[in-house]
């Protein structure tokens, strides 16, 4: 068990989290560049709200949970300096991406370049304690909020005869309600935690089939067409782990134990028996996915969020067939993307485990990777002191 802690650990604090602090920064203007090849090169200079909101959220992390290293805050402030001054236009809507002065080059086209600055200003408030970012995170949620019900609205282009709805706010709510304690108000919270819980484990999976879906009708159903039958096997078991963690709260048992049977089914259907590795995408009826060419990739955060969903499976339950599952998606995860030349990790594999793209940044950016990492650890330490104990 020591070994695995280290090796979660020592892949956080002595490789992944170095390369992002040597080549992201931006010293001049601010903010992050995020398109690095990979030996950290920039080969874009263009900047993205994701991506920036992403990695303020993760070195606040760092500096709250791990070390108060001035260098870590100094760069999530960075990042954050970075949005407040450009990131927004007149009504608060962020834009998508920016020139690397900060000029907007795409304006607010979805909600989710919002949803990650919340989540980066709730952290780098917890980190800094400057209540000028607390109050943004709440004024960003509520916008947020009020958009919800048509968050692309002039960009939309559904026409409203099949509606369908995505798990895409559900999975954000669960993550914002383990966030923005502190920042949200508790009843706020608490409505987050329940309606999160209850769509994704009743709406989105489907007992009968025992799969969870992306995309259902408002009744729950999945229609027969191609968004209807889509499944994403890692926002599955990434929202697994969020529902552990708000059920952990509570010492909800019976919950725990649903996403963690939920998690098994959805790597036992996603898993390719033949070269190892989870699938991205996948149809339901096994029909082509002429929308999803790259269904058979292996990708990053996929994984990623497996081993982060399995390790705090097993910590909950002790069942041996989620410590079995852990460990065969641990060897391949650590076989197949590490970077031991450059450091770092690749994203993009084909169905074969062999790279694809060999860029580490991109929108691959510094957050699902450094998440699991510290995610792994700090749930493998809390395994092994339960071990010491009994």
């Given at each position: ?6 090796q979660y650990?020592?892949?956080l ?23 690095l ?31 108060k ?23 608060g ?59 692309k ?5 559904e026409?409203?005869i ?11 709510d ?23 819980i ?23 159903s ?12 890692g ?7 969020m ?12 919950t ?30 096994n ?15 996929v994984?990623?969020?497996a ?8 910590h909950?339950?002790r ?7 852990f ?5 391949y ?7 031991p030349?450059?450091g ?22 510094c ?22 104990k009994?």
């Amino acid at each position: 068990m020591k070994e695995l802690i280290n090796q979660y650990k020592n892949g956080l604090l002595e490789d992944v989290i170095p390369f992002w602090s040597r080549y992201s920064l931006d010293k001049v203007h601010g903010g992050y560049l995020t398109s690095l090849d990979r030996k950290g090169n920039v080969f874009d200079t263009d900047k993205y709200a994701w991506p920036i909101g992403r990695q303020i959220w993760t070195y606040s992390k760092l500096y709250n949970e791990v070390e108060k290293k001035p260098e870590w805050l100094a760069i999530a402030q960075s990042g954050a300096e970075f949005l407040v001054e450009n990131g927004m236009d007149e009504d608060g809507k962020f834009y998508f991406s920016f020139d690397q002065q900060g000029n907007s080059l795409k304006k607010p086209s979805n909600i989710y370049s919002d949803c990650f600055a919340a989540l980066g200003f709730s952290q780098y408030y917890k980190a800094s304690r400057n209540a000028k970012y607390r109050t943004l995170a709440r004024e960003v949620y509520d916008r947020i909020e009020k958009r919800w019900s048509n968050p692309k609205h002039i960009f939309n282009k559904e026409t409203g005869i099949r509606p369908m709805m995505g798990m895409g706010k559900l999975m954000l709510d669960a993550n914002m309600a383990l966030e923005m304690e502190g920042v949200l108000d508790n009843d706020t919270i608490i409505s987050l935690k329940s309606n999160s819980i209850r769509k994704l484990l009743t709406h989105h999976y489907d007992e009968k089939v025992e799969l969870f879906f992306e995309n259902v009708a408002p009744d729950g159903s999945h229609p027969d067409t191609v968004d209807g039958r889509l499944i994403v096997p890692g926002h599955a078991v990434e929202s697994m782990w969020m529902i552990m963690d708000l059920a952990a709260q509570t010492n909800d048992i019976k919950t725990i134990q649903k996403a963690t049977d939920i998690t098994i089914k959805m790597l036992s259907y996603s898993w390719d028996d033949q070269f190892g590795g989870i699938y991205y995408f996948m149809d339901w009826k096994n029909k082509p996915m002429q929308w999803k060419l790259d269904w058979d990739q292996k990708l990053w955060w996929v994984h990623n969020e497996a081993l982060i969903a399995l390790l705090k499976a097993f910590h909950h339950t002790r069942r041996a067939d989620v410590w079995s599952w852990f460990k065969k998606v641990h060897t391949y995860t650590w076989k197949y993307f590490p970077d031991p030349e450059f450091g770092e990790w690749y994203g993009y594999l084909n169905r074969r485990g062999e790279v694809l793209l060999d860029l580490k940044g991109s929108f691959k950016g510094c957050y699902h990777l450094p998440r699991s990492l510290y995610e792994c650890w700090k749930t493998l330490e809390k395994i092994a002191h339960d071990n010491d104990k009994s």
